[in-house]
């Protein structure tokens, strides 16, 4: 089950996290929001808590 991690205000934003996320060897996808032009950056549930602390560093 994919989980929601953090909803970014743009393609370009999401898409840096992404690959950023995708370096450190997480699965990651991207899903388009209905809200504006927001995407949403999920995960699976399992590697919730991990992907949290790479991405505290990545968004500081």
Same mark, same amino acid.
């Given at each position: 089950?994919? *989980? %929601?991690? =953090?909803?970014?205000?743009?393609? @370009?934003?999401?898409?840096?996290? $992404?690959? @950023?996320? *995708?370096?450190? #060897?997480?699965? %990651? @996808? /991207?899903? $388009?929001? #209905? !809200?504006? @032009? $927001? =995407?949403? !950056?999920?995960?699976?549930? #399992?590697? %919730?808590?991990?992907? $949290?602390? %790479?991405?505290? *560093?990545? /968004?500081?």
């Amino acid at each position: 089950m994919w *989980t %929601v991690i =953090y909803i970014a205000p743009s393609a @370009k934003i999401a898409e840096k996290i $992404q690959d @950023k996320l *995708t370096a450190e #060897g997480f699965l %990651v @996808k /991207l899903r $388009q929001s #209905g !809200i504006s @032009k $927001q =995407y949403e !950056i999920l995960v699976p549930a #399992g590697e %919730v808590n991990e992907v $949290q602390e %790479v991405l505290s *560093t990545i /968004l500081h």
